[in-house]
């Protein structure tokens, strides 16, 4: 992701600012409700916003910044830049119905945009098995005619491969997913990467049950197996 690219997300959207380039300082004062935050203290952990670094939230609506990820990247299509959108969301979110509407528009108008699902597998705490029917969330685009692609999402230098590819696609939209054990990233846009990141705890306030549906010793093993500083030692 270069600079001049937009990055847009959901309610967990702190590792994104920092990779646009937001100083840590601004997103901890932000956090804390202070002035000095990127959004003046009022947005808070969940609507963080940065124009200047290309960050567009920061969004607490489920699915509500897919199809604006398509605005963004239709507006560097009508400027006639080479910027690519990078739209990042979940898997709870990708059965949003808005978000297959974006998919449509996305390829009818070859926009540069790379849709990142990132699969923890328990959207907000219920397991994927449970809620949704196909889980191969990668090959949701290609009803739409818009390639996707799985990947480690726990691998560095496997997601930052794809990110690549997906952005050297000359048009129109992908869809990619990132797995780490049990967590899956889809990423739909001309250029496609995927993500995968693996949550171990539930949405919002800590939900002493979650442990007891995710079995603990599953919850360990994963933990060992997919934290990527173990992997790329």
Same mark, same amino acid.
């Given at each position: 992701?270069?600079?001049?690219?937009?990055?847009?997300?959901?309610?967990?959207?702190?590792?994104?600012?920092?990779?646009?380039?937001?100083?840590?300082?601004?997103?901890?004062?932000?956090?804390? !409700?202070?002035?000095?935050?990127? =959004?003046?203290?009022? +947005?808070?952990?969940?609507?963080?916003? =940065?124009?200047?670094?290309?960050? @567009? $939230?920061?969004? +607490?609506?489920? !699915?509500?910044?897919?199809?604006?990820?398509?605005?963004?990247?239709?507006? #560097?299509?009508?400027? !006639?830049?080479?910027?690519?959108?990078?739209?990042?969301?979940?898997?709870?979110?990708?059965?949003?119905?808005?978000? @297959?509407?974006?998919?449509?528009?996305?390829?009818?108008?070859?926009?540069?945009?790379?849709? *990142?699902?990132?699969?923890?597998?328990?959207?907000?705490?219920?397991?994927?098995?449970?809620?949704? &029917?196909?889980?191969?969330?990668? +090959?949701?685009?290609?009803?739409?005619?818009?390639?996707?692609?799985?990947?480690? $999402?726990?691998?560095?230098? /496997?997601?930052?491969?794809?990110?690549? /590819? /997906?952005?050297?696609?000359?048009?129109?939209?992908?869809?990619?997913?990132?797995? !780490? /054990?049990?967590?899956?990233? *889809?990423?739909? =846009?001309?250029?496609?990467? &995927?993500?995968?990141?693996?949550? @171990?705890?539930?949405?919002?306030?800590?939900?002493?049950?979650? #442990?007891?549906?995710?079995?603990?010793?599953?919850?360990?093993?994963?933990?060992?197996?997919?934290?990527?500083?173990?992997?790329?030692?």
């Amino acid at each position: 992701v270069l600079y001049a690219d937009s990055v847009i997300t959901g309610y967990r959207d702190h590792g994104h600012m920092l990779l646009c380039g937001i100083p840590p300082k601004d997103v901890m004062a932000e956090l804390t !409700g202070r002035q000095a935050g990127i =959004s003046k203290g009022k +947005g808070g952990s969940m609507h963080m916003f =940065s124009v200047e670094h290309k960050f @567009y $939230g920061g969004h +607490g609506i489920v !699915g509500a910044q897919v199809p604006l990820g398509a605005g963004l990247a239709f507006a #560097d299509k009508y400027l !006639g830049n080479d910027n690519v959108t990078f739209t990042y969301f979940g898997d709870g979110a990708a059965n949003q119905g808005q978000v @297959y509407e974006t998919y449509n528009m996305a390829e009818l108008w070859d926009l540069p945009v790379v849709f *990142v699902i990132e699969n923890n597998q328990y959207a907000m705490g219920t397991s994927m098995k449970r809620s949704t &029917k196909s889980t191969t969330l990668y +090959g949701r685009g290609e009803a739409f005619g818009i390639p996707g692609e799985q990947v480690d $999402g726990m691998d560095v230098l /496997a997601v930052r491969g794809a990110a690549e /590819a /997906a952005i050297e696609r000359p048009d129109g939209p992908v869809v990619d997913t990132l797995l !780490g /054990a049990g967590i899956t990233v *889809v990423v739909i =846009s001309p250029n496609q990467v &995927k993500n995968l990141r693996g949550r @171990y705890g539930s949405a919002g306030n800590k939900d002493d049950r979650f #442990d007891a549906y995710v079995l603990a010793d599953v919850i360990r093993t994963d933990r060992r197996r997919l934290t990527p500083l173990t992997r790329s030692s």
